[in-house]
């Protein structure tokens, strides 16, 4: 029997026999796991592990198919809780299922039998490649448990799938400013992002906080408030009758206005907002991002900082007397090329003294656009506990977590594009938030994102 069946029924009193063996159980623990039960122990536990590794093998076969052929249906999976939460338990089956192989293939090989030089090398590589498979399955599992906690939390609000409108997704995006020295959380930066949902390519328009007399839909609730525009004659109800104030005043004074927003994963002030972007440019906003900049630096410091270029001295720390010059103790960002860290990228995005709104608003986008370098795929994952967690502390959106999918892949997709982002920032000196011409505003918008215009046919003759 050990002559025909020399793996199962070995000569056991044979090293060089039982070495051979050993060798050949461990390689095919390795290789296809369950394989070495069926070969040499319980047939029953052989079977159901080559069969769980059949099944494995398809899957990953299936999926890697999927990715070329349909990469978005992928990265849809990526970003549904359920399939995370599938994938979480399929991970620990298979992890436990490779400790119990792993260990009875041990238990099979004998060890007392095998040659002494060989014993060790045989449990280092049982061992290793067993720790790579769980370690590996413990790492996949740990970063989809956060990526569940981040849907839920960020994307948990109540907005539902929306179509593109004339083939572009937009979105609002605020920069809110909720520092220990503010009072409450203020929109200090807008800006509203068309995207292309063919392409990815990107439009952004940037509305300046001091706007004026910003107007509304007909069927905003604000419209039969301020009918001429938000302020117009200096009439509102907080002290500064500027595009800003309006998230406070609703979100203060006049939450009644918009009942539905909380149920909708939103608020009052952002509603409010939302309806000033839509008269100011035009374009119908189903979306909203709001990124929180104090967390900002919880996020920046995950990544590991931000490479910046800065082009003059900014202040940060200092007091300001009555006169309003500088004093106390205090320190520059210097012009040069910086490495910040979460806390030194905030003051360069937040400081005032000495610079101009439209200043602090290009400030942030270098920020924005530093951040978008470090956020490539090995990065993220690389710190992705650290990237979950604060970007669950940083951003609030009604973004369906079933539009998430689409918008990862649009965005691979805009990367290949010579120029995937366009900014256009309505402030001076192009544009007068004091004296807007606001027809004028929507007309760029529309020569960049509207419709291609309709050839007219060839005369006929």
């Excluded at 050993?22 to 095919?28: D, E, H, M, Y």
């Excluded at 959106?397 to 965005?411: A, K, N, R």
């Amino acid at each position: 029997m050990s002559a025909t069946q020399p793996v199962r029924y070995p000569d056991a009193r044979n090293r060089s026999v039982m070495t051979r063996r050993a060798w050949t159980l461990v390689g095919l623990n390795v290789l296809i796991p369950g394989s070495a039960q069926v070969l040499a122990g319980d047939r029953r536990l052989g079977r159901f592990g080559l069969g769980a590794t059949l099944v494995l093998w398809t899957l990953a076969v299936l999926l890697g198919l999927v990715a070329i052929v349909r990469r978005e249906w992928i990265l849809t999976l990526a970003t549904n809780s359920w399939a995370l939460g599938a994938g979480v338990l399929v991970l620990a089956f298979y992890a436990v299922l490779w400790v119990i192989l792993t260990l009875d293939t041990l238990r099979l090989v004998r060890f007392v039998k095998v040659a002494p030089g060989a014993r060790a090398p045989l449990a280092l590589l049982s061992l290793v490649v067993l720790g790579a498979l769980v370690g590996g399955s413990a790492f996949a599992g740990t970063r989809a448990v956060s990526a569940i906690g981040v849907l839920q939390t960020v994307f948990g609000g109540g907005a539902t799938f929306a179509d593109p409108i004339d083939g572009r997704y937009n979105i609002l995006l605020l920069g809110g400013d909720a520092g220990p020295d503010r009072d409450g959380l203020r929109p200090d930066s807008t800006s509203v992002v068309s995207i292309d949902a063919e392409t990815g390519e990107s439009v952004i328009f940037g509305i300046p906080r001091d706007l004026l007399d910003a107007p509304f839909p007909a069927d905003s609730p604000m419209a039969a408030l301020y009918p001429n525009g938000y302020g117009y004659d200096d009439v509102c109800n907080v002290d500064v009758c500027q595009f800003n104030s309006i998230y406070t005043e609703v979100e203060v004074n006049s939450p009644e206005l918009y009942p539905d927003a909380a149920a909708q994963g939103s608020s009052p002030g952002i509603e409010a907002t939302r309806d000033a972007a839509e008269g100011v440019t035009g374009l119908t906003i189903p979306y909203y991002v709001l990124i929180d900049m104090e967390g900002f630096s919880q996020l920046i410091d995950a990544l590991g900082g931000v490479d910046v270029t800065v082009t003059e001295r900014v202040p940060i720390i200092f007091d300001l007397d009555d006169d309003g010059n500088l004093t106390g103790d205090g320190e520059w960002i210097e012009p040069g090329r910086h490495h910040f860290n979460g806390y030194y990228a905030l003051w360069y995005a937040r400081a005032r003294h000495g610079t101009s709104d439209y200043d602090r608003m290009a400030r942030q986008k270098q920020i924005e656009e530093a951040m978008l370098v470090q956020m490539d795929p090995a990065n993220v994952l690389l710190h992705f506990n650290e990237v979950a967690a604060a970007g669950a502390d940083v951003v609030r959106t009604d973004i369906p977590s079933s539009l998430l999918g689409h918008l990862v892949e649009l965005g691979l997709r805009a990367k290949q594009l010579a120029e995937p982002v366009t900014t256009v920032d309505f402030v001076p000196p192009d544009w007068s938030p004091e004296y807007p011409d606001f027809a004028a505003i929507q007309a760029q918008v529309q020569s960049l994102v509207g419709p291609p215009p309709t050839e007219s046919p060839a005369p006929q003759g």
